[in-house]
Structures are given as C-alpha cells and as structure tokens.
C-alpha cells in the first residue's frame, strides 16, 4: 500500500527566506505526486503536481518540487516565502486503486516577520 | 466556473444521531471523492463515486455512505454519530476518467465543519 511521510510538523522561517519541504513517499509503480496547501477554515488548494516527464515541476504561487526516485522524495521549495505562505502544506500520492488520495500528515509553516 | 461546493458549512449534532452532507462538484466533473480530517488521524479517504457508482472505499465503519445522483451531485450519511466522528469532512471532484487511468487534479471544496456532542 502507497503511503506519504512529511517529516516536518512545523518549520517556522523568517519572511524572505527560502523555503523547502520534505516529502518520502512508499508507492510500488510510478508515482503521481501533488503538492496541496490548506490555509485555516479552507479547503485544500493545488500546488503542484508530478505525472511524468521533467522531474522539476513548476506549480503556482511561486512554488516548484522536484521528484527524485532514487530518494523517493518530493521536495516542495520556494525561494522567497512571504507573510501570506503560512498555513498547511500536504503532499500526496495517488492511488491506483481508484481515484483516491493518501496524504501526509502535513507540515505547518509560520512565517516570522 | 463555480469550484466545489459543499453545504452545510458548519453542523453540530449530538451522539446518536445521522447527518448527511452535500457536494456539488465543479461543472463536467464526474467523480467525487469524499475525505475526513482530524487533528490525530490526518486526510483519510472515504469514498469515491464515479457516474453514480461507488468505485472505492476507504477504511471506514458502515455508518458512513454515500450516494452519488445523475447530475454528479454527491451527498455523504454518517449514521449513530460517535464523538470521533468530529472532523472536517471534504468533497474533492475530478473530470471525468480517462481510460488510460491516468490521474486527474483533485479539486476541494471548503468542507464541512462536523461535531458531535
């Protein structure tokens, strides 16, 4: 069974600074792999998302991840974080069986002014 | 085009009791998956339905069903609510499936905000 690991509950960096997320993933295929955030009160938002192809993928909001199978990680980065970034980023794995998501546990990111 | 919307937003009820929650999936979506989120258990995946039929289940009691109509529209039942079945219950909708089974985006909706007393 795919499972997703974000080993980072919080991270907490200054506003400006770079910004990377950690993603593990457990799938036995190919993965397709999306990055989600989740503001407070809100639903989840697409990020980003790999299905194949340039393993540097681009999403929106500035953010970029790059897939490494070797690893079995995909790492969520930006380069510049602002004020407005904090909230709760999930990485996913979609499942073969049906369409269906698993989750990590996510990562809270604060941004210090 | 109108995202996912989910009704009500908010709900209390007490234990004992059943609660059926609402979905309307972006316009030309054809499945709809439901997940509930906790503070202790995370994103979990309850269900999907595709053109009225449930394709998946997640590892979940038989107190929780669902249905999905001919208009994609997606309604969710959790019967003798228990305490743990406080949670933040998401619909997500995904164009239609491709028969090279290749994943579409999930799409969310804001979710409903359930507790049990």
């Known amino acids: 069974a795919q499972s997703v690991t974000q080993p980072d509950i919080h991270i907490t960096v200054s506003e400006g600074a770079s910004l990377e997320l950690r993603c593990n993933y457990s799938?036995?295929?190919?993965?397709?792999l999306f990055w989600y955030v989740q503001s407070p009160g809100q639903g989840l938002q697409l990020l980003l998302k790999?299905?194949?192809?340039?393993?540097l993928v681009q999403g929106i909001k500035g953010f970029e991840a790059e897939f490494k199978r070797s690893q079995s990680s995909f790492n969520l980065r930006k380069p510049s974080v602002h004020w407005s970034d904090a909230a709760e980023y999930f990485c996913?794995?979609?499942?073969?069986?049906?369409?269906?998501?698993?989750f990590g546990g996510g990562t809270r990111l604060m941004v210090k002014p | 085009k109108a995202g996912v919307t989910q009704t009500p937003r908010y709900l209390i009820k007490t234990r004992g009791q059943q609660v059926t929650l609402s979905c309307s999936p972006i316009?030309?979506?054809?499945?709809v998956s439901w997940y509930q989120q906790t503070p202790g258990q995370g994103l979990q995946f309850l269900f999907e339905?595709?053109?009225?039929?449930?394709?998946n289940k997640g590892n979940f009691p038989g107190r929780f069903s669902g249905r999905q109509f001919s208009n994609s529209r997606s309604e969710m039942n959790v019967s003798t609510l228990e305490l743990g079945d406080s949670a933040l219950y998401l619909c997500?909708?995904?164009?239609?499936?491709?028969?090279?089974?290749?994943?579409?985006?999930?799409?969310f909706g804001p979710g409903t905000r359930l507790t049990v007393t």
């Open positions: 339905y595709f053109s009225e039929t449930q394709r």
């Open positions: 799938y036995g295929a190919t993965p397709y």
């Open positions: 790999y299905f194949s192809g340039d393993t």
């Open positions: 996913a794995v979609w499942g073969n069986a049906g369409n269906m998501l698993t």
């Open positions: 997500a909708s995904s164009l239609l499936w491709g028969g090279n089974e290749l994943p579409y985006e999930q799409y």
């Open positions: 316009s030309g979506h054809r499945s």
